[in-house]
């Protein structure tokens, strides 16, 4: 299994980069929202990859974190959800804005995608709920604010201007939930 490669840009695609390895390139597709991040041909890379074989064809998919190539591999072990829609996905969502997505049940966000009906959006909030749950709780907020980043995202804020604001209000652990979201949400208003 290839795990991750380095190498230099040889050419970059709508949704694939080529990359020169020596005396080998590997052509690896990539979410079209990271094409312009990578940087350009002859700057050296490292992509977090997952590789799949099919009957006809071995095909690699990579990443800029190890926690994007989770996000699609938990993607497209979903029924209905191949690699090509897996990739699709993970070009419209950052993996915050996907767990978000995922957490808060927005089918609205998931139909943005071409491919994903109102069926397969429902199925891959199902199946993802209980794994992407953690990731709504940053490193640098802690597992006791997970509460308020559902209550804020619920409400419409993005998952940024949840954890900024959690951030920024500094509450204690041990106020209730309402309070901690009451300060979190003054932040977000003034």
Do not use: C
Request: no cysteine; aromatic share 4%; charged share 25%.
């Amino acid at each position: 299994m290839i795990t991750n490669v380095k190498g230099k840009i040889l050419k970059i695609g709508i949704d694939w980069v080529d990359i020169d390895l020596g005396p080998i390139a590997l052509r690896i597709n990539v979410p079209s929202s990271s094409i312009y991040s990578l940087g350009k041909s002859g700057d050296t890379v490292i992509l977090f990859t997952s590789m799949q074989v099919r009957e006809d064809s071995m095909t690699l998919y990579g990443f800029e974190s190890d926690e994007s190539r989770s996000s699609f591999e938990s993607l497209i072990s979903i029924n209905g959800v191949g690699p090509r829609l897996g990739l699709a996905i993970m070009s419209m969502f950052s993996v915050s804005d996907l767990t978000q997505a995922v957490n808060t049940e927005d089918q609205l966000a998931f139909s943005k995608v071409p491919g994903v009906g109102k069926k397969t959006a429902g199925r891959i909030i199902l199946e993802l709920k209980g794994q992407l749950a953690k990731g709504l709780s940053a490193v640098d907020t802690g597992e006791s604010h997970t509460e308020v980043l559902e209550a804020l995202t619920a409400l419409g804020y993005s998952i940024n201007e949840a954890r900024e604001a959690v951030k920024l209000s500094e509450t204690d652990a041990d106020l209730p939930m309402e309070e901690r979201v009451r300060a979190a949400l003054e932040h977000l208003s003034g």
